[in-house]
T-cell receptor, first 113, second 115 residues
């Protein structure tokens, strides 16, 4: 079956530090890949996505590149802010009629001023 | 557009009580999902509905039932609540169907405590 493994947290950074959260996946076929973010007390919301190999998703300064050869979709940001403190989930969607997504366990990021 | 709405936001039940969590979406999505989120365990899929009129079990269906009332609404019922069902419940929807990239849109969650 499909699976997503992401870097264990929590991750604590100082403001303006570089962020990487690793994500690797196992899937058959050609899934779409996602990063979702969950702010305290809220539901998950889409941060970025990539639908095919070598695509780069980007939003709010965050980037991730769909690497089929390494089955990875690592999240990066060059300079984090306190407002980026949240839980980040990597996920994949198999792009079939069933449409069920598989989520990683989440990585908690805390950014200190 | 309201997106995905859930009611109630908070609920406290006693063991053995029943309740229904309501979810509605206004994005004309085909697929809807119920998840539970527990500390350190990420999101676990309880039930999903790939399209109106169909429902299927997810990873942790025991103790729950669902109804896809129409294309907009997908409810989750706890027939006899247990303390192990204390959790945050999220409803989500997605476009679904062949070829869809299936971004999921989440509601704000229901925080349920079973005493």
């Amino acid at each position: 079956g499909n699976s997503v493994t992401q870097m264990e947290g929590p991750v604590t950074l100082s403001e303006e530090a570089f962020l990487t959260i690793n994500c690797t996946y196992t899937a058959t076929g050609y899934p779409s890949l996602f990063w979702y973010v969950q702010y305290p007390g809220e539901g998950l919301q889409l941060l970025l996505k990539a639908t095919k190999a070598d695509d780069k998703g980007s939003n709010k300064g965050f980037e991730a590149t769909y690497r089929k050869e390494t089955t990875s979709f690592h999240l990066e940001k060059g300079s984090v802010q306190v407002s980026d403190s949240a839980v980040y989930f990597c996920a994949l969607s198999p792009n079939t009629n069933a449409g069920k997504s598989t989520f990683g366990d989440g990585t908690t990021l805390t950014v200190k001023p | 557009n309201a997106g995905v709405t859930q009611t109630p936001k908070f609920q406290v039940l006693k063991t053995g009580q029943s309740m229904t969590l309501q979810c509605a979406q206004d994005m004309n999505h085909n697929s809807m999902y119920w998840y539970r989120q527990d500390p350190g365990m990420g999101l676990r899929l309880i039930y999903y509905s790939a399209s109106e009129g169909t429902t299927d079990k997810g990873e942790v269906p025991n103790g729950y039932n669902v109804s896809r009332l129409n294309k907009r609404e997908f409810s989750l019922r706890l027939e006899s609540a247990a303390p192990s069902q204390t959790s945050v419940y999220f409803c989500a929807s997605s476009e679904g169907g062949r070829g869809a990239t299936d971004t999921q849109y989440f509601g704000p969650g229901t925080r349920l405590t079973v005493l």
